[in-house]
Structure formats: C-alpha cells, structure tokens
C-alpha cells in the first residue's frame, strides 16, 4: 500500500465552522507533511511531523492547529476561516529525516476547501 | 533554504525525448536533488531523485553535473500523459529544518500529439 488518503476531498465550510481534515498512511512512515497550494502556485509546506512530534511551523496562523494522534494519522483543525484560506490542501508522508531516508516523498490526492 | 531556477514552460512533441533543465548554484555538500510532478487537478508524484551520480528508473533519467550546481530531467519518450508542472527541488537530511520538501515555481511541460 503505497497511498497516502485524504479526507474530505471537498469541504465547504463557513467563516465561523470548525472543521478538521484528514489524513492516513500505512507505509510506516515517520514524517508527515501539510501544505497548502492555491491555484496556479506551487504547493507551499505549512507543518511537518517527525516521530509524532511537531519539527517544522512554517508561520501559520493559529487559525489552522495540526495534530498527529499516531505514526498513521495526521489532522489538521480548521476555525474561524477566512475565504483568502481557500485552497488545495496535501498531505504528504516520507520514510523519515535522517540520510539514510532521503526518499521519496508520497502525496495525498488532497482536500479542497472553500471557505465562505 | 538552498533555491533553484527552472524555466517557466517547455514544448515538446509526443514520442521525443524531453530535456527539462535545473539550476542549483548554491546546492550544498548534503542536499539531494529531488524531482517531482503535478498533473492537473491532482497530488505531486515523486519522480526521481539523486547525490552525485545519474540515476535512471522506469520514470525518467537524472543527469547531474559534475559540479552538482545544475541537472536535467530526461524523459525518454513524452507522452500526452506527461503533460504537468516539473519541480526540481533541493533536499538535504538531518536535524532542523534540512529536509523540508519546498517546492519552486517548476516548468509548465506541455506536449503535443
């Protein structure tokens, strides 16, 4: 199982909603990634997860909160949006950080959410 | 973080082979070079990544320079198929924030029939 699955793939939520997104993978890796990518851009990295612990913020608005329940799951907690937040989320997982696991990385077909 | 410069788009006929160029003047000793696609309305695919030395698999070819500071993605065949944004990305290892995946502008590939 070479896949990485997200859920939902379509979100419509208000500026007022919480929602949250979902992401899973069962190829045992241990670093997991969001990123955002608005149309015609290339996708820009907002967390990643290494062992479970949270190694790289890039700056994001705490109006986003990710969470990594397990090595399996990531989520990340959607509140008080604006519609400038509307987007193409990915999720994305690799074998780890060290040299040994430079490989690749696997992505998400990804969610996208339109905030109203 | 180490950056890299692509061209914005490329041509190329179905069936011939495709030459897609990156620039990584300040790569450093650790950094791999990573390549990776998007077709339209889906996810980036992993394509091939390398050090130092070519590397080929079912995908594609990577030419590194001896210098390391550019490569070239070879596609052997272009198929309709391979129409995508190509990303060319530096990676590096360890602790900090070295192995972020950060993904460039990329070339816009558009072959035709």
């Known amino acids: 199982d070479t896949e990485v699955t997200q859920t939902p793939k379509h979100l419509v939520m208000g500026m007022t909603n919480k929602k949250s997104l979902k992401c899973e993978q069962h190829m045992g890796h241990r670093a997991m990634y969001w990123y955002k990518q608005k149309a015609k851009k290339p996708p820009e990295l907002m967390f990643v997860y290494s062992y479970e612990k949270l190694s790289i913020n890039e700056s994001v608005p705490s109006r986003f909160s990710p969470e990594c329940p397990n090595s399996s799951l990531l989520n990340l907690h959607l509140h008080a949006l604006q519609p400038e937040d509307s987007a193409l989320y990915l999720c994305a997982s690799s074998l780890g950080t060290g040299l040994s696991q430079n490989t690749e990385a696997f992505f998400g077909q990804g969610t996208r959410l339109t905030v109203v | 973080d180490a950056k890299t410069t692509q061209p914005n788009s490329m041509e190329s006929n179905e069936e011939e082979p495709v030459h897609l160029p990156c620039n990584h003047s300040t790569i450093s000793g650790t950094d791999y070079i990573h390549w990776y696609r998007q077709l339209p309305s889906q996810g980036p695919e992993y394509v091939i990544h390398g050090l130092t030395s070519n590397v080929n698999n079912r995908m594609a070819s990577l030419a590194i320079a001896e210098d390391r500071k550019s490569s070239t993605l070879i596609l052997h065949r272009a198929t309709l198929r391979d129409a995508a944004v190509y990303y060319c990305?530096?990676?590096?290892?360890?602790?900090?924030?070295?192995?972020?995946?950060?993904f460039g502008k990329g070339t816009l590939l558009t072959v035709n029939p």
């Open positions: 990305i530096l990676r590096g290892v360890g602790g900090g924030s070295n192995y972020k995946l950060t």
